[in-house]
């Protein structure tokens, strides 16, 4: 039962999501551009010259900034989610739902919208980076 509910809210609630969603494909691929950057075979001279260390561990620092920043950003915008559902969760309080039971729907719908922005994302992700790949080789 709370699977089907989990989905039944997650489609009645896909308008509210859009953004959400939409923010979760951005980051995930500005993240997987941005860390892409270190296998682009233009930075093979850096190789050469000695310096890809430096410059790794500058796009690893950033990556986690990069990270951090976007985890942040998804789970203020999921809490405002939340919140904006209170009426919801009275309700279902009040037909016996429990809280670990509300708990367990916000989760399971927060993860089905999370695994289909990552679908996406990695798929936007690994288009932006070939495109910018051509660029390279020129």
């Known amino acids: 039962m709370l699977l089907h509910l989990t989905v039944r809210?997650?489609?009645?609630?896909?308008?509210?999501?859009?953004a959400y969603v939409i923010a979760c494909v951005a980051a995930i691929v500005v993240?997987?551009?941005?860390?892409?950057?270190?296998?682009?075979?233009?930075?093979?001279?850096?190789?050469?010259?000695?310096?890809?260390?430096?410059?790794?561990?500058?796009i690893q620092?950033?990556?986690l900034i990069i990270l951090l920043f976007?985890?942040?950003?998804?789970?203020?915008?999921?809490?405002?989610?939340?919140?904006r559902r209170r009426r919801e969760i009275g309700v279902l309080s009040v037909i016996g739902v429990t809280k670990?039971?509300?708990?367990?729907?916000?989760?399971?719908?927060?993860?089905?919208?999370?695994?289909?922005?990552l679908i996406i994302g990695l798929l936007f992700g690994i288009l932006f980076r070939n495109y910018s790949r051509c660029y390279y080789y020129a």
């Open 9 to 18: 809210n997650a489609i009645n609630h896909a308008r509210d999501y859009a």
């Open 31 to 58: 993240y997987f551009c941005f860390t892409s950057i270190q296998t682009a075979p233009i930075f093979r001279h850096l190789k050469m010259a000695g310096e890809s260390l430096a410059f790794g561990r500058m």
């Open 100 to 117: 670990f039971q509300i708990s367990l729907l916000f989760f399971f719908e927060s993860l089905i919208i999370g695994v289909i922005a």
């Open 70 to 83: 976007a985890a942040f950003f998804l789970a203020y915008a999921n809490l405002f989610f939340i919140k």
């Open 61 to 63: 620092v950033a990556g």
